[in-house]
């Protein structure tokens, strides 16, 4: 996103997509979970557009450094009950998925349709060869109208936390998934320990920033990989 800074308006754009997907994931996922009947004290909280209660510092620093972050830990504690620590099956495991998955699953949806906005709105097609990581960088976006700019920037941004969020690494909804559902042995435990030390933060820091085949960090790629059929489905 700090690339983005010799084009103001596309940088705060780019910023302003990526606080509004960590709000509007955070806001889902706590309305679903209580939905589901967990009723943590905090819940009622985080079910209010507050985005200090969404927001991640780990996640805010990477999204500055690499285009895209992450949002706090959705709220499942409630839902796994004694699985917090693995093996969570039945429905137990599908109403903890259900609220991991809906906030990233909101992203995307809001994302194409910002993107459908941008469209509407007269931005040109989005050309073939466009990745979501250019526009993350603030590449070939400030030679648009100032409307089209704006809602091409939030949607590329909204979807790519919600892309990002679905990779099965802790602390991402995905990763967190992962540990729900494995099993509570010692490996598995050791890697719960691991990535309550912060250690998953590593790995996205080192997969998001450092470009490891071309150009492109792996993690960079791989929302390219999923995005980019979005991006084109909607955008061309």
Do not use: K
């Not at 830990?73 to 796994?80: D, N, T, V, Y």
């Not at 250019?134 to 109208?145: E, R, T, Y």
């Not at 949607?155 to 099965?168: F, H, R, S, W």
């Amino acid at each position: 996103m700090l690339y983005a800074l010799r084009h103001p308006l596309t940088f705060l754009a780019l910023l302003a997509g990526f606080l509004l997907a960590v709000l509007v994931r955070g806001v889902v996922q706590a309305s679903t979970a209580r939905w589901l009947g967990a009723r943590d004290a905090d819940l009622r909280q985080r079910q209010r557009p507050d985005i200090r209660r969404h927001i991640d510092p780990f996640g805010a620093v990477t999204a500055a450094l690499a285009g895209t972050g992450w949002g706090s830990p959705a709220p499942i504690e409630g839902i796994l009950g004694r699985f917090a620590y693995g093996r969570a099956r039945g429905a137990v495991a599908v109403r903890a998925a259900t609220v991991l998955l809906s906030g990233p699953l909101a992203c995307i949806a809001l994302g194409a349709v910002l993107l459908a906005a941008y469209r509407a709105a007269g931005g040109p097609a989005v050309p073939a060869g466009l990745l979501p990581s250019d526009i993350l960088h603030g590449d070939a976006v400030h030679v648009l109208d100032a409307g089209p700019e704006v809602l091409l920037c939030l949607g590329v941004a909204t979807l790519a936390v919600g892309v990002l969020a679905l990779i099965p690494i802790p602390p991402l909804d995905g990763g967190r998934l992962v540990l729900a559902l494995a099993p509570a042995t010692a490996g598995w435990q050791r890697v719960r320990h691991y990535a309550d030390q912060n250690w998953g933060v590593l790995v996205l820091l080192v997969l998001l920033l450092i470009p490891f085949a071309g150009r492109t960090p792996l993690l960079l790629a791989l929302v390219d990989a999923i995005g980019q059929p979005i991006l084109g489905a909607v955008g061309r």
